[in-house]
T-cell receptor, first 110, second 112 residues
């Protein structure tokens, strides 16, 4: 079985720009969730997608948005980047409470 | 979801058992105890989960107290590769939203 793949692994953006991060789900997993992990902190839940719809959201502003595609892959979009958005972004695919995480995308906002 | 409390850091000699405690005094009947670990700059890795009974798999054992207010993750023979941050999570599987609430976890350092 394939794992969860995230791309890119690293990127650097300038404050105010927009960014799109991508995630390929593990085979058979129909739910995708995204987490933000600041340095020295545990991952924080951003939102979850099931059947191409957002069905839960953490305490993140609307400039954080996402998509889930028919093949269950997903995107995380962040508009108007701020310096505090610098973090490791993790994608997790799941089926019936079995979660598999990708290795994350390290975003640096300068 | 119930909050969990873990020590900030622990260490263990290689080859010895590592016992990582977790308090979850407000856990509800629908909430399972999950353990994940995160090796530096990688994604969290599932270890084990349980509801009431003790559980064991190829990675670890999970001991849950009878009142379910605390649990202990046991790595029976710790190796250097077990050095990681370990997260104890109370997950409400009765909810349609399976959000994992990660605290700061316990940094386990295994030394030679």
């Amino acid at each position: 079985e394939t794992g969860v793949t995230q791309s890119p692994t690293h990127l650097i953006k300038t404050r105010g720009q927009q960014v799109t991060l991508r995630c390929s789900s593990q085979s058979g997993h129909n739910t995708v969730s995204w987490y933000q992990q600041a340095l020295g902190q545990g991952p924080q839940f951003i939102f979850q997608y099931y059947r191409e719809e957002e069905n839960g959201r953490g305490n993140f502003p609307p400039r954080f948005s996402g998509l889930q595609f028919p093949n269950y892959s997903s995107e995380l979009n962040v508009n108007a980047l701020e310096l505090d958005d610098s973090a490791l972004y993790l994608c997790a695919s799941s089926l019936a409470f079995s979660y598999t995480f990708g290795s994350g995308t390290r975003l640096t906002v300068v | 979801d119930a909050k969990t409390t873990q020590p900030t850091s622990m260490d263990c000699a290689e080859g010895r058992a590592a016992n990582l405690p977790c308090n979850h005094s407000t856990i509800s009947g629908n909430e399972y105890v999950y353990w994940y670990r995160q090796i530096h700059s990688q994604g969290p890795q599932y270890i084990i989960h349980g509801l009431k009974n003790n559980e064991t798999n190829e990675m670890a054992s999970l001991i849950i107290t009878e009142d379910r207010k605390s649990s202990t993750l046991i790595l029976p023979h710790a190796t250097l590769r077990d050095t990681a941050v370990y997260y104890c999570i109370a997950l409400d599987r009765g909810s349609t939203l399976g959000r994992l609430y990660f605290g700061r976890g316990t940094q386990l350092t295994v030394w030679p």
